[in-house]
């Protein structure tokens, strides 16, 4: 079985910064994919930065240019660093891993969440 822990979030004043990290443990055999999603009150969860084994990277448009994702795949952990908060960035982050079990059969696992809040 596959475990994430996502840790980071918190309270936060509008243009402040955050560091959100997501380690993945357990039955890895390996991982194609890792990145970051959230959903906001009322809204749809949404892609908000994703990562590849390779190091293709990928981000929402409304994060470009302040959200960074980067990955360690020794440790098997990604992190989103966010900068330039916003108010519309509120919202629950979910980590997510893609990729192969030790069984060798495909997982799709998803974080338990962690809270992004401001203090304004």
């Known amino acids: 079985q596959v475990q994430l822990v996502e840790s980071g979030g918190g309270l936060v004043q509008p243009g402040g910064s955050l560091r959100l990290s997501c380690a993945a443990s357990?039955?890895?055999?390996?991982?194609?994919?890792m990145g970051w999603y959230r959903q906001a009150p009322g809204k749809q969860r949404e892609l908000v930065a994703g990562?590849?084994?390779?190091?293709?990277?990928n981000y929402a448009d409304s994060v470009k240019g302040r959200f960074t994702i980067a990955r360690d795949n020794a440790k098997n952990t990604v992190y989103l660093q966010m900068n330039s908060l916003k108010p519309e960035d509120t919202a629950v982050y979910y980590c997510?891993?893609?990729?192969?079990?030790?069984?060798?059969?495909?997982?799709?696992?998803w974080g338990q969440g962690t809270q992004v809040t401001f203090s304004s």
């Open positions: 997510n891993v893609k990729g192969l079990s030790r069984a060798l059969s495909q997982y799709d696992h």
């Open positions: 357990g039955s890895i055999f390996s991982i194609s994919a």
């Open positions: 990562v590849t084994r390779g190091g293709s990277t």
